[in-house]
Structures are given as C-alpha cells and as structure tokens.
C-alpha cells in the first residue's frame, strides 16, 4: 500500500519510494487532472526527500517558464541518454561474446565500428539526405577522409540505409515525440530534428568508444585501426549510472550490428519487452489489426480497458510487460469492484488514478451509507466480463508479436455466463399495449417546435427519425444501428411493396452475417407518409435515409442519438411504466408477440436478423424466410399505432435547407 511522505508528491510502497506531482494546468498539452510517475530507485528516506524536493523545485521553474527551443542542457541531457543507454546495451553484449569465447574476435569490434560509423552519417548529414556511399557522394568522401578502409563500406552503406528506414517511420517519429516530451522539451519541428541528431550522435560515440570493450581484441588485424583515425571516438565517454527510461525503447532499433544483415543471436536470457507506458500505442496497433470486425465502440472498450491496466500496473510499481503477474490481473479484478459504476461517463474520472478511482468509490459508499441509499460503485458482471475478453485480446496481440509476457490466467476472475433461463427473465419484453402510449406522444399528435418543444403539445408534426423509427423498431425488431444508419439506396421496391435491405453501407456496418436481410416496409409505415418521405430526402440528394442524426462537422453515432434523443420523450409518455434498456426492449417485444401468436421461432429468428441453433436444417439446409412469410408472419402483430393521423410532410427545417443540424458542433483539431 502506498504511503504518503511528508515531502510534497513523495510516496512509498514497500520500501521503494516514488515521486507522483499532478501536471499543472499550464500543460495544455496533457489530459486534465493527469499526473507523472516516476520511481526514485531507493528506499533511503533522506536521500528520497532530496531528489523530491528538486524535483519538485524543476515542475515549478517549468511551469513558471517559456520553453520556445532546446537549451544546451536539454542536448546534452539528450545525448548522455542516448549515449548510456547504448554504451550499457554494448557492454551486455561484450560481456556475453567474453562468455561465448569471442571476447577477443576482431569481428565483433569492426560489427560496432561499421554500425556507429552508420550513425555518424545520419547525424552529420540528417534523414532527408539519401547517400550512396559511390563515387562524387558526400557520404562517401566525409569517410574516406575520416580514414575509413574502402573495404568495410560496403558495410556501412548496409547499416546506415536499415537505419535511414527506421529513422523514416511515423513509429520513429512519434518515438521522438514521446522522448523530448519527457524530457521537458517543447514540440517544435526544429527540436524534432536537433534531438534526432543527438540520438543518432550518442549511439554513434558509444559504438566507437571500442578501447574498454573490446580491449583484447589485436588491432592489428583490422584495417581500421592499422594506422587510421577511423575508431577515434566521436566523443569523450564516461559510462554514468543512469537509469534507461521506458519511454526512449521505442527508438532502439533491434541492434545497431544487426542492420549489416551480420545480426547476432539475442543474448541468452534478455526479455523483449513493451513498456506500460506503451500499452496505448500497442492498444492502436491491435484495433488496427481487428479493422472491420471491431465496431468503433468496442475499439473503445478495448482502449479504456487497457488504460485502466495501465494505471493499475503504474500503481504497483510495474514498467513493463516482463514484469507482469497473475497478482496484478487479480489487483485489476479487485479494482473493478472499487469504482463508481459510471466512471466512464465522466471527464473528471477517466483523468483519475487507480488509487484515486477507488478513493471516489470509497467516498460514494459513504455518501450513500449516509442517505440509506444504493452506492453506485462496481461494474457489472456483464461489463467485467467484456474488460477481460478485451484484456485476453490484448495479451495474445502483445504475446503474438514475440514480446515476453508470463501465461496470465483468467479463472476464477471472470464472471461465468448467465444460464440461459436467467438471461430470459433479464430483458423485460414489452406487450403491444405496454407501447401504445408512446404513438400518443406529441411526436405524432403534434409538437411546439422542431427543437426542445418536441416534447410540448403545439400544432407541428415533424416528419424525421423521431417520428419513423420508433414505428419501424416496434413491428420489425431490428436493432439500433440497423435502422438508424439505413441509406437512402436501402429502400427499394418490389413486386408487392416496398422493402429494407439491411446491409453494410457507407454509414454503418452490421453485427454478423445473418444481420443482412431483407425486410418488408410495415403498412402502417406507408399509411403515415414514408413514402413521400424517402422521395424527400432523396431527391434532396441525401446519403442518410434519416440526415437529422448525422453531420458533417463530427463523427456521430446515429443510433446513440437517436437514443438520447428520444429516451426523454419515452420516458414522458410511458412515466413510472418505463423499463430497462428501453429501445432494445422494443426488439424483445415483437419478438414475444409474434411467439405468443404462433409464429415459429425460426421466422422470427430471420426477421430480427438472428441465426436459429438446434438443428442443421436451420442453419445448413435452408435458407432465411422470404418475403411471402415475413409478411404473414409481421400480420400477427396488433396495429397499435391506427390512432396516428396522417399529416402533410414537413421536414425539419435544417434538412430541408441542407444547413448543419443545431446538436452538431465542430470537431476538436
């Protein structure tokens, strides 16, 4: 458990202490109420007060100051990172070729001269420049005049264009990125390419400082140093005990050796390894990979999931996948019982620690002792399950790409499955009369205006989603998005009426395979103007069977507005008789009417788009009920909406004047 330090932001768990500031709100560039972590590496509290104080002291001068370009110290503080960091790695590597019996090869040394001169190319001449290594290339003659033998710059023309690939990578780029922010540096395109430059200056020293590395190797057997300035180092190098940080392995390349196409095994034992500080970009890479069989919402879940392990992880002290428990996989679960159940919904929350989540919850319980009332704290079983189908998605991305993770194991965490007689009591089923109310709304007998008077009685009926869907979910059970996102192309015509193709459109996708059907338009849907309505908006060269819920300002999912557009209106007109999962209800409904009425489930299966189990002539021997059936079978559920009166088309003005609709507001840049 963490505890405070009398020192501001220092903390200790176990007996390592931890320094934990909030950003100040002077960091526009960093999530509101977002804090830095950063282990101290010791467990010594006078030490601990020092280092958290100046530490401290360095937040404040940064937040009071206006950092436009690098200083001097910001470079060198670069090129020392870069410069350990690479001297450490090589050393591993000596100390293992030592184990190997090759610590006097004279391979392995010109290997690191061949990949640092690489290095010194790119930071002499940028990755803008595209050298040749051949005759009148610049490249060529700072060698040549540096001392390098002809015969080795093969070999560096080999390393220095794997290494001008990866340095041209958006990975790399972004790496970079990430690395000057950490380092306190402002993100400007000329502090990108000074900071590139250091990198690529401090790897280059550490590969040529060969004198202590490989101090047995005979340098008389290599033309190198044979009489040549070509192993002088590039700079003085003093190995000083800096501690490599996560965020900086992103722009390692695998080796700088192992661009020659000269690679060496990775040492025995060493972990390859994603930083937690990483987990998003990984998170990135796996939606990416899913493309289309993720929905744009499950990318979310699957990123809010990961977030939410991350600060678990961050919690006890965990930098990378390595280091990964079935402990912290139970912390996780644990940690899902602690917060508010609606932490999702709330900015101030989803910029919280774990520690201060919990904290919330904690303070929720109490709140709610006090009043007699029900804490809103846990997820739900339902929910808790989805965040471990997303974990176990994301540790096969991470273990499928060759990274080190330990076998977690999900058992005994996971919440089972509801049986099958428990789920069919979860979802209320509304009957035909449990609905009619809502046909007596002023949607349908007329509305004060086309905004928030909606819901008021006035003379206007609106002819748009509000007034259609409701009418189309209650006789045909489709789901949400099905309808919401129709095109103006999905209505057609046929020999006996109109009909819906539910297909993937520009606008949306559906849920499965089975979800592509064809359905007939209800009576009572061309009764009512649909008609005359589709003919509207197409002519006005809509997309969007119903535009109203989308824009062209953001990105919008028309059936989450739908929703919340039309719950409010729902509840007005059902009151206290309002259920649960109010839309989706509608789908359950028709469904128990339409049983009740003797309609076999198979039929009612292929109406609602779901795929019939039980036996091979379902789901191998026949295909779904046509046309002819559907509308038998869509006769036996009551018309409930006859008290409806038509009335002349009126469009909502903004989609008649093709004009942005009032909810839409412009993007963030």
């Keep these: 458990m963490a505890v405070r330090h009398e020192v501001e932001d220092l903390i200790r768990r176990g007996n390592i202490f931890y320094w934990r500031p909030r950003i100040p709100a002077a960091f526009i560039q960093c999530p509101p109420g977002s804090r830095l972590s950063l282990t101290l590496h010791c467990s010594d509290h006078r030490k601990a007060q020092i280092i958290g104080r100046k530490l401290n002291t360095r937040l404040a001068e940064l937040k009071m100051q206006s950092q436009e370009n690098m200083s001097k110290q910001q470079l060198q503080k670069l090129f020392e990172h870069e410069r350990d960091r690479e001297l450490e790695r090589l050393d591993d590597i000596s100390t293992m070729a030592k184990r190997n019996g090759r610590g006097a090869d004279v391979m392995e040394m010109e290997l690191d001269l061949e990949a640092g001169w690489a290095y010194q190319l790119l930071a002499k001449f940028g990755t803008r420049s595209d050298l040749s290594l051949e005759e009148n290339c610049p490249g060529l003659a700072f060698l040549l005049k540096s001392g390098i033998p002809i015969s080795h710059i093969e070999a560096i023309r080999a390393n220095y264009r794997a290494e001008l690939s990866i340095a041209r990578s958006a990975g790399f780029e972004d790496a970079i990125r990430r690395l000057i922010y950490n380092f306190d540096i402002p993100d400007t395109a000329l502090n990108r390419e000074r900071a ?231 979802q209320y089923k509304p009957s035909p009369q449990d609905i009619a109310p809502i046909f007596a709304s002023p949607i349908y007998t007329g509305s004060l205006d086309c905004r928030r008077g909606r819901k008021k009685p006035g003379r206007h009926i609106f002819h748009d989603a509000l007034y259609y869907l409701p009418i189309l979910f209650t006789y045909l059970g489709a789901r949400r998005n099905e309808f919401a996102g129709l095109a103006v192309d999905d209505v057609e015509q046929d020999p006996n009426g109109l009909v819906i193709q539910l297909r993937t459109n520009a606008l949306r996708r559906l849920k499965n395979a089975q979800s592509h059907r064809t359905l007939p338009v209800p009576d009572e849907l061309v009764r009512l103007g649909f008609v005359q309505y589709h003919a509207a908006i197409k002519q006005l060269g809509y997309e969007a069977l119903f535009p109203d819920l989308f824009s062209d300002r953001t990105r919008n999912d028309p059936g989450d507005l739908f929703y919340d557009t039309f719950t409010p209106i729902m509840q007005e007109a059902l009151g206290e008789n309002m259920w649960k999962r109010s839309l989706h209800a509608l789908r359950h409904g028709m469904a128990d009417t339409l049983k009740q009425a003797g309609v076999p489930t198979e039929v009612i299966d292929d109406i609602s788009g779901r795929l019939s189990e039980g036996s091979e002539t379902n789901t191998r021997y026949t295909n779904p009920a046509g046309l002819p059936l559907m509308r038998s079978a869509l006769t036996k559920y009551p018309v409930i909406t006859a008290t409806i009166e038509p009335a002349p088309l009126q469009l909502l003005p903004w989609v008649e004047n093709k004009q942005a609709p009032p909810w839409a507001r412009k993007g963030k840049a």
């Design 196 to 426: 590139m430059s250091k990198i690529f200056e401090g790897r280059a020293a550490a590969l040529l400082d060969i004198y202590e590395r490989h101090e047995l190797v005979d340098r008389s057997l290599s033309e190198f140093t044979v009489n040549s300035r070509a192993d002088d180092p590039v700079a003085e190098v003093k190995a000083t005990a800096v501690e490599p940080a996560s965020f900086a392995a992103p722009l390692q390349s695998e080796n700088g050796r192992e661009a020659s196409g000269k690679a060496s095994k990775r040492q025995e034992g060493e972990q390859r390894v994603v930083a937690v500080s990483d987990f998003e970009q990984e998170c990135e890479k796996l939606i990416a990979n899913m493309g289309k069989e993720w929905e744009p919402a499950t990318a979310r879940d699957a990123m809010s999931l990961v977030r939410m392990f991350k600060s678990v992880l961050a919690e006890h002290g965990v930098e990378h996948s390595g280091q990964i428990e079935q402990y912290h996989i139970g912390r996780l679960r644990q940690h899902f019982n602690d917060i508010p159940t609606d932490w999702g919904r709330s900015s101030r929350m989803r910029a919280m620690s774990a520690i201060e989540l919990r904290a919330e919850g904690d303070r929720l319980r109490k709140a709610a002792e006090a009043t007699g009332t029900k804490a809103k704290v846990g997820l739900s079983t339902g929910t808790i399950r989805k965040h471990f189908g997303n974990l176990q998605h994301f540790l096969k991305h991470v273990r499928g790409h060759g990274f080190d993770v330990a076998d977690w194991s999900f058992e005994g965490l996971r919440p089972k499955k509801p049986k099958a007689g428990l789920i069919r009591l979860q």
